[in-house]
Nanobody, 124 residues
Framework: QVQLVESGGGLVQAGGSLRLSCAAS????????MGWFRQAPGKEREFVAR????????SYAVSVKGRFTISRDNAKNTVYLQMDSLKPEDTAVYYC?????????????????WGQGTQVTASS
């Protein structure tokens, strides 16, 4: 079965950095665009970033553009999210997700597979 396993979350001071990883198995990784979403307590899950199957195209939410970088290594079946200049409002559970859609998908409903999430906390 398909598994997406996130890692790399933790507690960091505002202004700091974290790098999230998501290891995929049970699917042809290079055939799926990958996305990162986040959900803060009491809020809906929101789009953070998305990368195309070969990594040539990326998209970001306005709130993270210029601070976060999504990348992937198809040889390792892994997608990454480098998060710099973290702010307290970035605090959330971060999820990676996989979609077979070739266009830029920013809605959670467009993604077929999800990881269990990893907590990121940026303290002020």
């Amino acid at each position: 079965q398909v598994q997406l396993v996130e890692s790399g979350g933790g507690l960091v001071q505002a202004g700091g950095s974290l790098r999230l990883s998501c290891a995929a198995s049970g699917l042809t990784f290079s055939s799926y665009a990958m996305g990162w979403f986040r959900q803060a307590p009491g809020k809906e899950r929101e789009f953070v970033a998305r990368i195309s199957t070969r990594g040539g195209s990326t998209s970001y939410a306005v709130s993270v553009k210029g601070r976060f970088t999504i990348s992937r290594d198809n040889a390792k079946n892994t997608v990454y999210l480098q998060m710099d200049s973290l702010k307290p409002e970035d605090t959330a559970v971060y999820y990676c997700a996989a979609t077979p859609l070739i266009w830029t998908a920013t809605q959670a409903r467009d993604y077929d597979y999800w990881g269990q999430g990893t907590q990121v906390t940026a303290s002020s």
